[in-house]
């Protein structure tokens, strides 16, 4: 995804943030009952993203005890979408004994890399029994029908009863520059049409089990060419209604950031979210709803960015971005977000091995990994019905989530965006009290959690740097070092806060880069 961004002057952001953090006590204007404009949360809204050539790097016991630990708090199966430029640069060998072969590209752990694929390679979905898949279809310009097809059917031999979709290609919104061809929509829609139908026929495949899409950018359609969701759907890319999933992929920042200030103005930034995700996602989403209401808008592939370093990516700041990201994006509809990895991307949730050594070291757990069960507590065991409380702010975002039945407030996330990082911050750390009105019913206390590190936003994680950049999410930490990923409670009781209500009035106070959630 890439897009214009519309920013204001470093100076005047940096203004309105520190006033907003400034100030003593901010209002969240949260309705005690549900609004019309919120949305149902899916259940299965927190998804994970691994690319192709490395699903055997994750199946390990480090990596599912991670996941469990999210998939735990909700009560649906969760979703893995396999996939990636990898994916559509395979081959399949039967003879080969190797797990996987690097034959040309970026080898031998880079994603635009094309790898031969053994027997053994599907081996590593079963590692993965309590978990769903979508799993990527080959295509390219110069389409190998039959090699798609049997990648495809090998791997429903593991994942039959766990599909949650099969995809069609992966950025075709790039293949042009990728492959030197001319490439448009009508050739993807064609491309599409004629792998389906193949799909279709030798595997007995049926209903509304294909996504589509997986576009690189969030573009307009005024230029008919071009591939995007109202495009292709308009030129009958899903004639037969077999489409489950619209995919898109997100990368806040597609250039370079390494300072604090980077951070603040172009990731760690509300409105910097927003001016992106308003290139593209309200109109494909409203456009899905009006026309395809069964088809769900998801966010397949995402990270912060693709080429700042890891003390970007893989910082607290991140996770807070993320967090941002992930409430916003479900409260204007979209359905899933996937966390994308792979062993040597500084934007890895967890890095499962030593593979991408020394370079980006593992295995680890990395601090964006924290906001997945963050946001799965939002969501639950009971999903609720969603929306932003918009506080007219760059750093400060709200998030509220209503009883299902009840239409009642039940719970309510804040999240303070002002970067403050230990030892390159001056002065320090601020705070902002949030007065949050308390629903009917609940006179006395509620309950808050909060996702924090004490070294602030560029706090890396235990695994990575050591105890003095530990993060926690409501006392709980995680870590391969420490508990192969299991997750302990730092303090050896989970450090939920009550907080008394007050004439119909809880405050709670939240540090500069930190996130709660509150339960009435």
């Known amino acids: 995804m890439k897009t214009t961004l519309l920013f204001h002057k470093l100076a005047l952001v940096f203004a309105a943030q520190h006033a907003a953090a400034a100030a003593s006590t901010v209002t969240v204007p949260a309705a005690k009952t549900k609004p019309t404009n919120a949305v149902a949360a899916p259940g299965d809204f927190v998804g994970f993203g691994f690319e192709m050539a490395f699903l055997n790097d994750y199946a390990n016991d480090f990596s599912v005890n991670l996941m469990n630990a999210v998939g735990g708090r909700v009560s649906e199966r969760l979703t893995v979408r396999l996939g990636g430029t990898s994916n559509d640069l395979l081959t399949y060998d039967p003879a080969q004994t190797a797990v996987k072969v690097c034959v040309s590209g ?36 110069t389409l190998n029908v039959s090699n798609a097809v049997t990648y495809v059917g090998l791997c429903l031999d593991h994942v039959a009863d766990r599909l949650t979709a099969v ?26 049409t004629s792998l389906r139908s193949s799909l279709v026929e030798q595997l007995g ?15 307009d359609s005024t230029t008919p060419t071009k ?8 030129l009958g890319i899903d004639a037969p209604h077999t489409a489950t999933v619209a995919a898109v992929h997100w990368y806040q920042v597609w250039y370079k950031i390494t300072s604090l200030a980077d951070m603040q103005a172009y990731a760690m930034n509300h409105s910097a979210t927003v001016a ?35 003390t970007v990516q893989g910082s607290l700041g991140a996770a807070l971005w993320y967090a941002d990201f992930q409430l916003y994006a479900m409260a204007q509809g979209a359905k899933r977000v996937d966390g994308t990895m792979r062993p040597a991307a500084n934007h890895s949730l967890w890095v499962p091995d030593d593979s ?24 639950g065991h009971t999903p609720g019905d969603v929306v932003e409380v918009d506080l007219g702010s760059d750093v ?18 804040l999240i303070n965006l002002q970067a403050w990082a230990e030892g390159v911050s001056m002065g320090a750390r601020g705070s902002v009290t949030f007065a949050v009105p308390a629903p009917s019913g609940c006179t006395v206390s509620a309950t808050v959690r909060r996702l924090t590190a004490a070294a602030g936003c560029q706090a890396l994680g235990y695994d990575y740097a050591g105890p003095t950049q530990n993060i926690t999410w409501a006392g709980e930490q995680w870590s391969y070092a420490i508990d192969n990923g299991k997750g302990h409670m730092v303090a050896g009781v989970n450090a939920a806060e009550t907080v008394p209500v007050v004439d119909g009035v809880v405050h709670v106070t939240v540090l500069d880069s930190e996130a709660v959630i509150v339960s009435f």
């Not at 293949?175 to 061809?181: D, I, S």
């Not at 757990?365 to 946001?375: K, S």
């Open 276 to 310: 992106n995700f308003t290139a593209g996602s309200p109109q494909d989403i409203a456009f899905l709803a009006a026309n395809y209401p069964d088809v769900k808008y998801v966010f397949s592939e995402t990270g912060t960015g693709l080429v700042s370093p890891l």
């Open 356 to 379: 991408a050594a020394p370079a980006n070291p593992g295995p680890q757990v990395r601090a964006p990994f924290y906001t997945l069960p963050f946001v799965a507590d939002f969501i």
């Open 167 to 192: 995809a069609i290609g992966n950025e075709p919104d790039l293949y042009a520059g990728q492959f030197k061809v001319t490439y448009n929509v009508s050739d993807y829609v064609a491309g599409v």
């Open 227 to 234: 591939i995007t969701i109202q495009n292709a759907f308009n």
């Open 106 to 141: 970026d080898c031998p752990i880079g994603s635009a890399a094309s790898y031969i694929l053994g027997p053994s390679f599907f081996d590593g979905f079963d590692v993965f029994a309590n978990f769903s898949f979508s799993v990527q279809a080959p295509l390219s310009p």
């Open 205 to 219: 495949l049926s209903g509304q089990i294909f996504e589509l899409m997986d576009i690189a950018y969030l573009a």
């Open 396 to 413: 400060l975002t709200a998030y509220a989530s209503y009883n299902a039945g009840s239409g009642t407030l039940g719970k309510l996330a």
